[in-house]
C-alpha cells in the first residue's frame, strides 16, 4: 500500500501562482495530479513517468501547470496564471504500472486525500 499526502493547497486571487506538493510513502512509476471539483467528475492535470521520463498534461494544463518530480517519492504541481475555473480539490495519484489512459481516474491505484485550491476572481 502507497501512502500519499498532499500541500501546498489554498486561496489565491486569478492569475496568482500555487505549489502543490506530494510526498507517498512508496516509489511508483508514475505519479500525477487530479482535479475535482463540485458536481463534476475527477479529472486528470497531469501525470509523470518513469522518474521524469515523460510527461502529460490535460489540455487546460498546458502552458500554466509543470509537473515535476525530486527524488523517487516526491512530485510537485506548480500552477500559475490560475484562473477561477481551477478551483477544485487536487489529488495526487500513484500506480506501479503505465498501461491505461493516465487521464482517467480509474487506471490509478493509489490517492492522497486531496489539498483544496480556491482561485478567486
Known amino acids: 500500500q502507497v501512502q500519499m499526502v498532499e500541500s501546498g493547497g489554498g486561496s489565491v486571487q486569478a492569475g496568482g501562482s500555487l505549489r502543490l506538493s506530494c510526498a507517498a510513502s512508496?516509489?511508483?512509476?508514475?505519479m500525477g495530479w487530479f482535479r475535482q471539483a463540485p458536481g463534476k467528475e475527477r479529472e486528470g492535470v497531469a501525470a509523470?513517468?518513469?522518474?521524469?521520463?515523460?510527461t502529460y498534461y490535460a489540455d487546460f494544463a498546458k502552458g500554466r501547470f509543470t509537473i515535476s518530480q525530486d527524488g523517487a517519492k516526491m512530485v510537485y504541481l506548480q500552477m500559475n496564471s490560475l484562473k477561477s475555473e481551477d478551483t477544485a480539490m487536487y489529488y495526487c495519484?500513484?500506480?506501479?504500472?503505465?498501461?491505461?489512459?493516465?487521464?482517467?481516474?480509474?487506471?490509478?491505484?493509489?490517492w492522497g486525500q486531496g489539498t483544496q485550491v480556491t482561485v478567486s476572481s
Open positions: 512508496l516509489y511508483t512509476y508514475r
Open positions: 509523470i513517468y518513469g522518474g521524469g521520463g515523460n
Open positions: 495519484a500513484a500506480d506501479p504500472g503505465w498501461h491505461g489512459d493516465w487521464s482517467q481516474a480509474g487506471t490509478w491505484n493509489y
